[in-house]
């Protein structure tokens, strides 16, 4: 038999006593895969392999207009997950070697930008778009400005920077050192204001931290610093930082918006997904 994939939304709304309600709707049910969705405003964006593990495209459904489309075209090619702000989708592809964005407002994909080594993990916000380049033979981030069509070397030293996040002025990464295959190398994050044009450095514990995400002033990571993941938060307000989960099985993704963190959890022997609401101090179990 082959086992169903689902892309779901999930809905909280609050009544008024206060508790919270949910409705989950199921966007997209199939027998192949469906994986590392995004979402903003009505558009849910995600991997899809309907058409084999060789040719992993994007697709994008309209919550608006309950109508789906498939977003990047190439074929065969090897989409990896996308990212999506306003009227704009970005991902990475691995075979041409690129970074693409598509324009819902003009139909148009375009790659803006392409080496011979290796570009990834890219995130937009606005008309920015950050990813990680191996052009000069080490890992640093890069900038694309969609409405200047200009582009931009953040990171100039030599060891790995990789996996960045933006959020209006401010570009996070982890730094990874020169060692970026070993599992138990030390890493910090760090943080660049376009503004100012300043770096800070915003961790210093020494351990191996993943998958940074930015929203407002507060910053979410992940860390392999214990036998299993943990999910802790930076405010660059208040400049405290603070374990968010605290159960051993957490290891999945995770999302960071407005004052709400919501990641996937392993601590009832299944996948579930929780949400940790930090004008409120509460988790709650979402699935």
């Given at each position: 038999s082959v086992s169903k994939s689902a892309i779901i939304t999930v809905s909280p709304a609050?009544?008024?006593?206060g508790q919270l309600t949910?409705?989950?709707?199921?966007?997209?049910?199939d027998k192949l895969e469906q994986f590392y969705p995004a979402i903003y405003g009505d558009r849910i964006v995600w991997l899809?392999?309907?058409?084999?593990?060789?040719?992993?495209?994007?697709?994008?459904?309209?919550?608006?207009?309950?109508?789906?489309?498939?977003?990047?075209?190439t074929?065969?090619?090897?989409?990896?997950?996308?990212?999506?702000?306003?009227?704009?989708?970005?991902?990475?592809?691995?075979?041409l070697v690129g970074i693409f964005t598509y324009n819902f407002f003009t139909s148009k994909e375009t790659q803006i930008s392409k080496n011979e080594i290796s570009e990834s993990s890219p995130?937009?916000?606005?008309?920015?778009?950050?990813?990680?380049?191996?052009?000069?033979?080490?890992?640093d981030i890069y900038l694309y400005d969609l409405s200047?069509?200009?582009?931009?070397?953040?990171?100039?030293?030599?060891?790995?920077?990789?996996?960045?996040?933006?959020?209006?002025?401010?570009?996070?990464?982890?730094?990874?050192?020169?060692?970026l295959g070993n599992l138990e190398s030390e890493s910090?994050?760090?943080?660049?204001?376009?503004?100012?044009?300043?770096?800070?450095?915003?961790?210093?514990?020494?351990?191996?931290?993943?998958?940074?995400?930015?929203?407002?002033?507060?910053?979410?990571?992940?860390?392999?610093h214990t036998?299993?993941?943990?999910?802790?938060?930076?405010?660059?307000?208040?400049?405290?930082?603070?374990?968010?989960?605290a159960n051993a099985s957490y290891g999945g993704g995770y999302a960071i918006y407005d004052d709400k963190i919501a990641w996937a959890d392993y601590r009832d022997g299944n996948w579930d997904i929780y949400m940790y609401n930090f004008s409120t101090y509460k988790e709650t179990r979402i699935t």
């Open positions: 609050y009544r008024v006593d949910l409705t989950e709707t199921p966007v997209k049910i899809d392999n309907r058409k084999g593990w060789g040719d992993i495209d994007i697709y994008m459904y309209d919550l608006s207009t309950s109508k789906e489309t498939q977003i990047s075209t074929e065969p090619s090897h989409q990896l997950p996308p990212a999506i702000y306003g009227d704009s989708i970005v991902w990475a592809d691995i075979p995130d937009i916000y606005g008309d920015k778009v950050v990813w990680t380049d191996g052009r000069n033979g080490n890992g200047s069509h200009e582009e931009t070397q953040i990171t100039t030293n030599e060891s790995n920077q990789n996996s960045p996040a933006i959020y209006n002025d401010r570009i996070i990464w982890v730094d990874s050192g020169n060692d910090n994050i760090y943080l660049y204001n376009l503004s100012n044009k300043k770096e800070t450095q915003i961790t210093f514990n020494g351990s191996r931290l993943l998958n940074p995400a930015i929203y407002g002033d507060r910053i979410i990571w992940k860390t392999d036998p299993n993941a943990t999910i802790y938060m930076y405010n660059l307000s208040t400049h405290n930082e603070t374990q968010i989960t």
